[in-house]
């Protein structure tokens, strides 16, 4: 008994076949695409576009799109060797567009020079200045790179150089391209050109060069920031305000758990509000005060069930009924030294909300009370 042979059922699998085609053709193209580029002829490198002077066109573009595509997505050893075909011929092709769909290649850098960082050992005999003269740059260009003060260099040290006149950069972690370029003056182009960039793109602590960037002075090595002048609107006068090392100790000082009235009667950012503050909050502090404060120049007869004196005492207030334009003064004392002055706190002093720290003469201590 023989079996009948099933015929073929051309109806079912028809649906198939154009998909069947175009895998077919797709990895024909990804096998073009994927001969090593480095000795095929046909190699579209910026190298062999510079010497050859090639022209592409906007179709030959777009089949090195989808081969770069495609070879990533199957993991080709070839890939990145397409990828960086593709995204050259790309950065040349947005660079200048011709008429007929042809692009020229653009004078984006000399690629016969070297490229990139060029690290250098300083060898006996050599100085800063040979060192410039050899590759071409500027001493500063080479102290700015390696963040040097000055020109002194010893047999041995390592040198980072640019390979061009501009200098070495170290990329930090919120940096792009553009803003390298617009904030050191250099041209995007150039910067992915001459550091080999195309594809790999830049990272956090990468060494890249910049070609005819210059630091801002407030980032060269040797900037000396002004020194910083305080002027002091001082409200307290008279000849009890005499300070000497005035130091601010803070500014826009508050604690709202302190507030006007309740708990402290002190109005905030006043001499008054600070001193029953500190005396509420200080481990130096005699003791919390009672809630009769108000101005600075009653203290004295407010809180004279505290103990008042005219002898300072380390966690005491210090306070005069004079200056602060008539409203008196208060402040804490929080040492006394060894040749009679005290060092005290304050607010209001150097401006509301100020805090400051000074020194009291022993000269001046006198004409203070003193409430313990």
Known sequence: MTKNKKKFNFERYKGIIPYFLVG??????????????????????????????????????????????????????????????????????????????????????????SRGVVEHVVADGESMDTIAAKYGVSTDEIRWSNGMKDTDVSPGDLLYIPSVSGIVYTVKSDDTIESIAEKYGSNVAEIIALNDLEVSGIGEGMRIVIKNGSLPETERPEYVPPRRTTTYNYTYLGDS????????????????????????????????????????????????????????NTWNYNYSYRGVGNTPAVGAVFQSPYGGGGYGHVGVVVGINDDGSIVVQEMNYAGRYVVTQATIPASSVGNFNYIY
């Open 24 to 113: 077919i053709l797709t990895l024909v193209l990804v096998f073009i695409g994927s001969v090593d580029k480095h000795s095929s002829s046909a190699n579209l490198s910026l190298d062999t576009f510079v010497a050859n002077d090639y022209t592409v066109s906007v179709d030959q573009l777009s089949e090195l799109y989808m081969v770069a595509d495609l070879s990533d997505a199957l993991g080709l050893a070839s890939a990145p060797d397409v990828a960086s075909n593709y995204v050259i011929t790309s950065t040349l092709f947005d660079s200048g567009q011709t008429s007929i769909g042809k692009i020229e290649k653009p004078n984006i850098t000399d690629i016969t020079v």
């Open 241 to 296: 305000s005499s300070r000497q090392n005035v130091q601010v100790i803070a500014t826009g000082f508050y604690d709202s758990a302190y507030s006007y009235p309740n708990p402290n009667p002190g109005v905030p950012g006043w001499c008054t509000w600070y001193a029953w503050y500190w005396r509420a909050t200080s481990p130096l502090s005699l003791g919390e005060l009672g809630h009769e404060g108000r101005n600075a």
